[in-house]
C-alpha cells in the first residue's frame, strides 16, 4: 500500500515537523520557522543585501524592515508559493491574519497558509479539503482491518 | 474510541455526501448544491421574493439575477458563514474562483471554501491543516493496529 507507506512517513506528534512536510520540494521552508529574536537580525541582514523576500518579490515592491512577510517567504520557491497565497487569500488577508498572531505563531501560519493555497491551485474545486477526504476514507479502511473493531459497524 | 467513531459517522465514497458535514449545524447548507438548470429558477423566485442571498446581506448590496455567490449561499447560516469566507479569502477572490469552474463544480467549491474560511476563523494559525494532521496521527495510530503491518515500521 503505497499510498499508506506515504502516509506513514509524516511525524505524528510535532507540529513543527509536520508542516515543514507539508509543501513539498522547498529545501529551506523550516528556515522559515524562525524565532521573534532571529526575525531582525535576518531581515536586516537579508535587506542588507539589496535583496526581497518572494511575497515582495512577487508584489514588485521594495521589501522593508517592516515587512510582514520576509521572515516565512524567503527561501527558493517563496515568489512561486506567494504567487498561489495572493491569488486565493488576497496579500492583505494574509498580511492581516499574520499580524493578528504571536510572532511565534506566524511560521506556522504561513506554512499551513501556503498549503491551503498551493491545494487549491491544484484542485480548485476541494482544495486540501481533498486531502481531509482521502484521510477520512483511509481511517474507515483501517479501523475495519483493526480485530477490535471486526464487529463494531464504523457508521456508530 | 469517541474519536474514532466520530470519523466513522463520515460517509466514506461520495464526496457529494462528505461535503455536506463539512459545515455543522446548518440544515439546509445541502440543498446549496443544485444543478445549473435549478439555478435560474431557484434565484428568480429568490430575488422575486425580495430576498437577498447570505454573500449580499453580507456585503449589503442588491443581489441580483447574475449574484455568482446566490446559489450556494442562500441558506439560514450563509450570511455568517460567508462574513468568515469574506475575511479569510476575500469576496473578490471567491467570485473569480467559482466563475471560473464549471457551473456543475462551483457548490463543492463553494462548500469547501466556507469550510477552509471558518477552520482558519476557529484555529487562525493551523486552519484546517489541524484536521489534516489529526487524522493522519488517527491513520498512522491505526496502522500498526492492523496485525498485518505488525513488523513494519510506520516510517518505512
Redesign the interface.
Known amino acids: 500500500m503505497p499510498q499508506?507507506?506515504a502516509?506513514?512517513?509524516?511525524p505524528?506528534?510535532d507540529?513543527k515537523e509536520?508542516?515543514s512536510t507539508?509543501v513539498p520540494k522547498q529545501t529551506s521552508f523550516r528556515t522559515s520557522i524562525i524565532t521573534s529574536t532571529q526575525i531582525s537580525k535576518r531581515h536586516r541582514t537579508m535587506t542588507g543585501l539589496g535583496s526581497s523576500c518572494g511575497a515582495c518579490k512577487f508584489l514588485r515592491r521594495k521589501c522593508t524592515s517592516e515587512c510582514v512577510f520576509a521572515p516565512y517567504f524567503c527561501y527558493d520557491q517563496a515568489a512561486a508559493h506567494f504567487a498561489a497565497v495572493h491569488?486565493?487569500?488576497?496579500a492583505?488577508?494574509v498580511s492581516k491574519?499574520l499580524l493578528?498572531?504571536p510572532v511565534h505563531?506566524r511560521g506556522?501560519?504561513a506554512i499551513?497558509?501556503s498549503?491551503?493555497a498551493l491545494a487549491?491551485m491544484r484542485d480548485?474545486?476541494?482544495?486540501?479539503?481533498a486531502?481531509?477526504?482521502a484521510?477520512?476514507?483511509?481511517?474507515?479502511k483501517?479501523?475495519l482491518?483493526?480485530?477490535?473493531h471486526f464487529y463494531k459497524?464504523?457508521?456508530?
Chains 1, 2 share one sequence.
Do not use: W
Not at 87 to 90: M, Q, R, Y
Open positions: 499508506q507507506k502516509f506513514m512517513t509524516l505524528s506528534d507540529y509536520q508542516i507539508l491569488k486565493v487569500f488576497g492583505s488577508n491574519l493578528h498572531l505563531n506556522d501560519a499551513t497558509i498549503y491551503e487549491r480548485p474545486i476541494y482544495g486540501c479539503v486531502h481531509i477526504f484521510l477520512q476514507q483511509q481511517v474507515s483501517l479501523f482491518q483493526v480485530p477490535e459497524s464504523p457508521r456508530i
